[in-house]
């Protein structure tokens, strides 16, 4: 038996799952989730010699300073060159302005080896060609910065999808692998070093390397790409990104995501798979990992299981996570909706969600809180502005994006991701007693 066999038999025996779920419901509304300016927070924790100055408005300023704490302590990495009512009116040229803020932040931060101009609504609105400016201004500063764009703008986003164009605006600058170079695993999306250590460990026990990051930790450090790159996705978010590296010649490897032990097993299978690792040593390597996270989920599905869940579309990470707290922890799905439904990157996913589930696409946000009123659910995953009109009508909430920030993936994680949705449980379980 293959390991991915080991892998997809163990998940189907467990709850009998594996029929196709009910028909998507896809809905074309009004929406509340964040833009993919949020995408910085973690983006910029990740690439260490990296800065993302966003070109918009004081709202799109206090958006990333609200959501990321203010800094005071440390050289920030990431800006927001403000556009004025000057600007919006074509009074000023913004080009000019733009090349001004960019030379004086390089001259005063040597440190900066790679620059992300993060356009905006403001600046789409304007039609600011940030791609262009930031070709121009490339001409200025290299070699010392490579500088690129990508819109995080709210207009038809979501908050990952910034992490997506971010990570797509890299590619095209990743070195072209050498043709005699061996077989190599890219993986794809932006994970805690913890995790990224956790997982080479892994791949090393395996044998299976070379292993690269996309994104890297250094801007020097860009992974090359070629027809002898295979990719396993570590997000569910990264649809254009994926394009692109395909486009390149690299592979992506079918899998579910490292959610939970059993994503995590399905996930080291599919490389395992392809770099023809023997299932016992595949077996070696990963059960004491899983039998340790299995114990340690425990605790938590005392809480959860039976609890109804409602997810909100916001992150992307819904259907990995509905398969997770469904098959691992016991909890009952109820409605799992998603801001966008990549059918190829979660097809593993899908197969593993009980028939009885109802997916939505897309969001129409007041019918959608109707049908989660309906449904009474002990906890729903939903963004911020939804969060709190909810708890104050006594339904128990997590944010999505603590989802993003938190290291959540692979087996060393699996009860932190399981513990975020018992706090809320036991946090209200504590306040009723008293
Ligand atoms: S990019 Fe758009 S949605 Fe995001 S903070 Fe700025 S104005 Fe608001």
Redesign the pocket.
């Known amino acids: 038996m293959s390991p991915l066999d080991t892998a997809q038999n163990g998940a189907q025996g467990a709850n009998g799952c594996g029929s196709a779920p009910a028909p998507v419901l896809k809905e074309r509304g009004q929406r509340e989730v964040?833009?993919?300016?949020t995408g910085i927070i973690w983006l910029h924790r990740k690439i260490q010699d990296a800065f993302f100055l966003?070109v918009?408005?004081r709202?799109?300023a206090?958006?990333?300073q609200s959501a990321a704490g203010v800094m005071i302590f440390a050289e920030p990495r990431f800006g927001t060159a403000i556009i004025d009512e000057r600007d919006l009116a074509g009074l000023a040229d913004v080009n000019d302005e733009l090349d001004k803020v960019v030379g004086r932040l390089l001259e005063r931060r040597p440190d900066i080896k790679m620059l992300f101009l993060v356009g905006?609504?403001?600046s789409e609105v304007i039609k600011l060609d940030l791609s262009r400016a930031a070709s121009r201004l490339n001409r200025i500063h290299a070699p010392n910065v490579k500088i690129l764009a990508y819109s995080?703008?709210?207009?038809e986003t979501t908050f990952t999808q910034g992490e997506d164009a971010c990570l797509a605006a890299l590619v095209p600058t990743m070195p072209a692998e050498d043709a005699a170079a061996p077989k190599s695993l890219l993986v794809v999306g932006a994970l805690a070093e913890v995790v990224e250590d956790q997982m080479l460990r892994v791949f090393g026990d395996l044998g299976i390397g070379p292993v690269r990051f996309l994104p890297p930790r250094r801007a020097a450090e860009l992974p090359p790409v070629g027809p002898n790159t295979v990719m396993l996705l570590a997000q569910p978010f990264l649809g254009e990104t994926a394009r692109l590296l395909e486009e390149r010649g690299a592979r992506r490897l079918a899998a579910p995501f490292p959610l939970g032990v059993e994503g995590t097993t399905g996930w080291l299978a599919a490389a395992a798979k392809e770099w023809g690792v023997d299932a016992e040593r595949f077996r070696a390597v990963t059960a004491p990992r899983a039998e340790r996270a299995r114990k340690a989920l425990a605790r938590h599905r005392e809480v959860l299981e039976g609890k109804k869940i409602f997810f909100f579309p916001d992150s992307q990470l819904e259907v990995p996570l509905a398969r997770f707290v469904s098959r691992e922890l016991g909890m009952a799905l109820t409605e799992v909706g998603t801001p966008y439904l990549h059918r190829a990157h979660l097809a593993q996913e899908l197969e593993q969600l009980p028939a009885t589930v109802q997916l939505s696409e897309g969001q129409d946000v007041d019918r959608q809180l109707d049908r989660c009123r309906a449904a009474q659910p002990d906890l729903v995953v939903c963004g911020l502005g939804l969060a709190n009109p909810l708890e104050a009508e006594g339904i128990a909430t997590k944010w999505s994006i603590e989802l993003l920030f938190t290291p959540v993936q692979g087996y060393e994680q699996a009860a932190d991701l399981a513990e975020l949705f018992a706090r809320p449980l036991r946090r209200r379980a504590i306040l009723k007693v008293a």
Do not use: A, K
């Not at 964040?34 to 300016?37: D, K, N, R, V, W």
């Not at 995080?152 to 207009?155: E, K, L, M, P, T």
């Open positions: 964040f833009c993919g300016l966003v918009g408005s709202t799109c206090h958006l990333i905006s609504c403001p995080g703008s709210g207009i």
